[in-house]
């Protein structure tokens, strides 16, 4: 399948400040987190993606269209939601969502027409007849991706979408970016802080630090632990059930007062667990295969990033 | 939820032409321009100098058809225009036309227009909107241009022209049309001399802040500083033959000067025509600069519009 998204040393200056330092990433299509701390360079590489800066050096191409040289074909294809708080002074949210389809190329009549349907989906009802400008930060955010996907675009861009938002309004609009790319197909590229939003949607992650990329995987391959470990929640201490499995040559860590974490890559330890349990006479409550935060992923990509800076 | 909520559907239509979209943006800003009372006031306005110089076009032309009438009317109208070629006098009549009321009303309309096209798109963040759009700086900048040169249309060409079909109309002869066939053809060119430099240095002064209220004042600053500095200049000069010299120094007899050159105004003109000549408003051709006047406004024009490209491609940068 083609790449979704291929750079090549794409490399950003802003005066003497790196903001892209030789990025290369070939993503297929799917639900792609972008992550990094603060000025790590994701809004200049969302940017990027939409020709509205212009590259230092370096080349790719989103779409199949090159970078730079395509972008009115980039952007007629792409629907992008910016952090900022933007608006269309003096419209109303039908209006901007109407003008901006126009914009895109649609004819006027189905333009309203889409607008009105978009609205719909994302949840902006009598709302939409009221001046953009008194909207309050919840429905701006809305506002912003109904016109991202007016288009109906195949790749959307979303720069952090659910910031502003309260929990059940960002648990809905994380539920339409998945519609969106379960049942229409659309592939999603999202830069997020918020790494629960990350982990509910996206199929592979991007890390980004200091201009660089210091991760890309699939989010599974990348929550797996490199050597199998377990978690196991106790009735009652875990002292005594930790101190057998030691005596069994596993690598055991007390997490709490009743959870263990052990090491093993024998799978037959899973079966002799129930046993080693009535012997130290505690019950067991949960017993799962641990999963590697990607808080931690995350953090540990951010350090080396800083390590190898430094 | 709506009841007829369809979920999220798919969009497989035909696409509209790239050529057409800043009409949208056009269209746009011209709906709401047009929400602002005192904007259709002004245009209201600015058709009321067409009877003006309607009547003055008939009497003139009553007078070169029946001479019996001269001396019935000189006394009662001041500003009758009473000898003179045909076209010179229509020209003049027309140039006074745009040079005084429409002039003025230039200056309102677009300082109720221009101020908040790019003003407020750069206080809203707007432009991650429009470029995230299949759409270019030149079509923005083209399409807040249009709805400035839209209203400027309406107080311009079109009055200027409905002024010359009335002038055409009120004659007792159809012949006029020989005499006066490029009129309409100078209307359109002094319409643009009117509205290209100035929509370009309203939408430059409107991109240089977020707020609408700094560009409505930096708009009339420049037009006022640029007069009262004439004005001044002008009156250490009374009677000489350079005084005209100073035009250049004010944005609004410089645009004078210019459309006097579009016009086709001789210096006879003068000594047939009281009405401009009694204030001391028309300038004889020695006096009139017109290239360095021309010079003037396309330097104030490219100027303006690298200083709009520049501001429309900042707010990218960062």
Known sequence: MDALIALDQITKDYGTLRALDGVSLSLAPGVIGLLGPNGAGKSTLLKVLMGLVRVTRGSGEVLGWRLGKDVRQIRARVGY??????YLAGLAGVEVVRFLAR??????????????????????????????????????????????IVHDPPLLILDEPTSGLDPEEREAMLGRVRILAARMGKSVLISTHILPDVQAICDTVVI??????????????????VSPVWHIRVLGPAG????????????????????????AADGAMVQRVWQWAREAGVGIRALVPAR??????????????????? | MPIHDLGYRPWQGRLVPQIGRFWVIAQTGMRLAWRNAWLRRALFLSWLPVVYIATLLLVYEQIQAHTSMRDTLVPWIRDIPITGDRHQVWACLLWVFFRYPQGILMLLV?????????????????????????????EYVLGKMSVVWAYLLLITAAPGLALYVLGVLLSPDWHVVCSTWDLPLRILGASAVLMVPTAALALAISSLTSETRYATFGWFAIWAVGWATYAMLRANLPNSADAHRWDLVSLYHTLGAVEYWV???KYELVEVLPLPARVGILPSPAQVQIWPAAIELTAVTLVSLAILFRRVSSPMRV
């Open chain 1, 81 to 86: 939601m910016p952090e900022d708080d933007c």
């Open chain 1, 103 to 148: 914009l895109s190329g649609l004819p006027s009549i189905e333009a309203l027409r889409r607008a009105h349907e978009m609205l719909d989906f994302c949840g902006i009802e009598e709302e939409r007849y009221r001046n953009v400008e008194t909207y309050s930060t919840g429905m701006r955010q809305k506002l912003k991706f109904a016109e991202a």
């Open chain 1, 208 to 225: 980004l630090a200091k201009g660089r990329v210091r991760v890309v995987d699939r989010l599974e391959t990348l929550c797996r632990p």
């Open chain 1, 240 to 263: 005594p059930l930790a101190d057998r499995m030691r005596r069994e040559r596993l690598e055991v860590r007390e997490e709490s007062s009743d959870t263990l974490a052990v090491s």
């Open chain 1, 292 to 310: 590697n935060s990607l808080e931690q992923i995350f953090l540990d990509a951010v350090r080396e990033g800083n390590h190898a800076d430094s």
């Open chain 2, 110 to 138: 677009v300082g109720q227009v221009a101020p908040a096209l790019v003003a407020q798109d750069v206080r809203s963040k707007a432009f991650l909107l429009y470029f995230a759009r299949p759409l270019g700086r030149f």
């Open chain 2, 263 to 265: 016009f086709g105004l």
